[in-house]
């Protein structure tokens, strides 16, 4: 069949590079794509945003399935205009409908979700411009880290943690009447703070069955430690160690099965990926309990460049019966080998930086490179694009091995100003030696 995939970071890259390699993929277009997408598939210059646009593609090259990388579409209605249109209707789309994109597009309405459905997660309150001195009343009803999350989507920058209350004070009224986030912070939801460990869980659902992807952790901030501005992602591991039968069995029992019996529940039409970003307590202990930070309706970036190459399935196979409703006759087949991935970002970001650096691959035929932010150049030169630019993933039998051997192609690849983390999975390391 004839794939439109809809994306142009290392997510889709990654989906591609998965799509590439089934059998019932005869040619796929990816919209708009970058220069790594263009090795797997086809690039087309669509603007994503444009339903009508996107829709003529896929009847003029009969597309038999869209599959939807990132959340803006989804939270815009992608689906639904798919199924309202007598010519589109028929073609699978993976991604689930706008009023199921409202885990992810509002972060008010994910939370009262898990509520109704009694899913763990932390207390909270939304204010918005008008109740601002109930927002700074309920601030100094919670101990220190306070937590503030504008509601709506903020291209992963929407969260503040904040020590000090006054501070926190102050940053309540910049997003809600200063517009900090824009439209996005009409709204905030302030929750407790969570101590613990994150990790990301990944579900693939029909809206009544699912499978449980692998498991993964991605480091947001951009300095080492976890210091400095939050990013969209510096790197991953999957799987995550501390996440043993036990643990994965309290997250499906707790929190997979209520979600999707939820949506199915509440008849909300949902056929695509839930990620759920999990805060850990108690990890190392019986009493270790996962709690939902949040909800997105898509996959990670850059989770699924860990994840995907661990999943051994035919993902179109996966797909098309998540599109007709049969995922509980499939099985998913996971390579039990650790994957690494280190993001390789342009100096400056996740402020200002610059594009169009020329970047030098080097070469190595065992890591897998997903780009990121790239294109070609007017000289059809590789050139940078973006904030996060490339990222390298290895596959091996530990997660040191896996490590070394993504940073080792780390330093293979070339252009000015290149910065990684260097701690990516050390965290991890030291539970593991602790434990």
């Known amino acids: 069949m004839n794939i439109l995939l809809l994306g142009s970071g290392g997510r889709e890259h990654a989906i591609a590079y998965k799509i590439a390699q089934s059998a019932q993929c005869n040619q796929l277009f990816i919209a708009p794509g970058n220069a790594g997408t263009e090795k797997v598939g086809e690039n087309v210059k669509l603007d994503i945003a444009d ?12 597309v038999e399935m869209v599959v939807v990388g990132p959340e803006a579409p989804l939270v815009a209605g992608i ?41 763990p ?65 009409a709204s905030v939801v302030i929750e407790e703070y969570l101590d ?22 991605d480091y947001k901030r951009i300095g080492e430690g976890d210091t400095g501005l939050n990013t969209g992602g510096m790197g991953s591991v999957s799987p995550v160690p501390f996440a043993d039968k036990a643990f994965m069995k309290k997250v499906e029992d707790r929190i997979v099965k209520p979600t999707v019996r939820g949506l199915r529940d509440e008849k909300i039409p949902y056929c695509g990926f839930i990620f759920i970003g999990l805060m850990c307590k108690n990890i190392g202990t019986e009493e270790a309990e996962p709690y939902v ?16 190459p661990r ?7 996966l797909f098309e019966n998540a599109a007709h409703g049969n995922l509980d006759g499939c099985k998913l087949e996971v390579d ?45 030169k590789l050139a940078t694009n973006g904030g996060r ?28 100003g290149k910065y990684y983390r260097r701690d990516i999975g050390q965290d991890l390391l030291k539970l593991m030696q602790e434990g």
């Open 51 to 62: 339903f009508e646009a996107v829709g003529q593609f896929a009847i003029s090259h009969r």
């Open 79 to 119: 689906a639904d205009y798919f199924a309202e249109q007598s010519l589109l209707k028929n073609i699978m789309v993976i991604g689930p409908s706008k009023q199921g994109a409202m885990l992810e597009g509002s972060k008010d309405y994910a939370k009262a979700f898990m509520l109704r459905h009694n899913i």
């Open 121 to 185: 997660t932390a207390h909270y309150r939304t204010f918005t411009a008008e109740t601002l001195a109930q927002g700074e009343q309920f601030l100094e009803s919670l101990k220190a880290p306070y937590v503030l999350k504008a509601d709506g989507l903020a291209a992963g920058k929407g969260v503040l943690i904040e020590d000090n209350l006054a501070t926190a004070k102050a940053h309540l009224r910049e997003m809600l009447k200063e517009r900090k986030f824009g439209d996005a912070s």
């Open 196 to 217: 613990g460990i994150e990790m990301s869980v990944f579900v693939l659902t029909d809206g009544s069955h699912y499978l449980l992807l692998p498991s993964a952790k």
């Open 293 to 308: 930070i949040e909800y997105n309706v898509r996959m990670g970036d850059p989770e699924t460049e860990s994840v995907f």
């Open 311 to 317: 999943i051994k399935n035919d993902v179109v196979e």
């Open 336 to 380: 039990p080998r650790t994957a690494a991935c280190v993001m390789m970002v342009a100096d400056g970001y996740p402020e200002s930086y610059k594009k169009g650096d020329l970047i030098d691959l080097g070469t190595d035929d065992e890591t897998l490179i997903f780009h990121c932010g790239t294109k070609r150049n007017e000289l059809g």
């Open 389 to 416: 630019v490339l990222c390298a993933t290895a596959l091996a039998n530990s997660l040191p091995e896996a490590l070394l051997k993504s940073y080792n192609r780390c330093m293979g690849i070339t252009w000015n």
